[in-house]
């Protein structure tokens, strides 16, 4: 579910497509910046990506909801993340041995290993992974080559998990906290080591693109940023306050641990050969 995130949605996709995602539901809460116009282009390019209106404001639970019962049909597993989260697979264990000596995991390996928790377990319906909550990394304007490549500093806790759901293991319900869904009786949740794979959350980039949270918050159970509450909440910046002002040293801010694994992933097996440009900056520049 996005607002005003067009300017996000071609590098995300584009690197999810590397890694196997076939199909995307974009659920776009009011947005005025041309979004409508990023996923037809997106779509012709062959990347199956829709856009449905969603424009109740702090919904966020209920779309996820609406999205289950839409992807039932289409999808055996579905992921529920934000356009500033990316999927990173380290392959850092003894038995990926063969991947660290390609360098890399290889393209379409998310999919594999989404995959082949269907063929080993009827029971595993939810694959849970930890997010890693990268900061501006000394940046003062949005990097030219992505959020990937550009933020490279981060808190050294996970603060969360997000999810990779099978829709058809869900409760009637369809209850979630954003997260995480219920499952039904019989269906159980795997947490997946960090070795294995993480998410990259890119949630507090420069002041310019962090300032835009200020005006929409779209999950019920988040505080917006003007009303005092929730201080001490994960979903709270530190010292941030109630007003779009930006704190001082901001660009140093929620730094703890350098950590350019998936830059340098990504410089690796997307980029041009010859010339270095990654696939989302070839389209943004037609």
């Known amino acids: 579910m996005v607002w005003n995130q067009a300017f996000a949605l071609r590098e ?155 829709p058809d293991a869900l409760d009637t319900t369809l209850l979630n906290v954003v997260h995480h869904f219920h499952l039904r009786k019989g269906f159980r949740y795997l947490n997946l080591p960090e070795s294995t794979a993480v998410l990259n959350h890119y949630k507090y980039q420069v002041w310019e693109v962090f300032r835009s949270k200020f005006y929409r918050r779209v999950a019920t159970y988040v505080a917006d940023w003007q009303q005092n509450q929730n201080e001490g909440s994960r979903d709270r910046a530190p010292g941030l306050g109630t007003e779009a002002i930006e704190p001082p040293e901001w660009r140093l801010k929620f730094c703890e641990v350098w950590d350019t694994g998936l830059r340098d992933f990504v410089l690796s097996n997307l980029a041009d050969f010859s010339t270095g440009v990654l696939p989302w900056e070839r389209s943004s520049s037609r």
Not at 72 to 96: I, Q
Not at 123 to 130: D, G, L, P, V
Request: one cysteine or more; hydrophobic letters at 35%; charged letters at 20%.
């Open 12 to 166: 995300w996709i584009m690197y999810h497509a590397w890694l196997g995602v076939e199909r995307w539901f974009i659920y776009d809460n009011n947005s005025d910046d041309g979004i409508d116009e990023v996923v037809r282009e997106l779509d012709l390019e062959d990347y199956n990506v829709t856009r449905h209106v969603w424009p109740w404001i702090k919904t966020q639970e209920a779309g996820f909801s609406h999205c289950a019962l839409r992807a039932k049909h289409e999808c055996n597993w579905v992921s529920f993340m934000d356009v500033d989260e990316f999927f990173y697979l380290p392959y850092s264990t003894p038995r990926h041995q063969r991947f660290r000596e390609l360098g890399y995991a290889g393209q379409n390996s998310l999919r594999t290993l989404v995959t082949n928790f269907s063929s080993t377990s009827n029971t595993i319906a939810e694959i849970r992974t930890s997010c890693h909550s990268f900061g501006p990394s000394g940046l003062n304007s949005p990097p030219a080559q992505g959020v990937t490549v550009g933020y490279t500093c981060r808190l050294q806790s996970p603060e969360r998990h997000k999810s990779i759901i099978r």
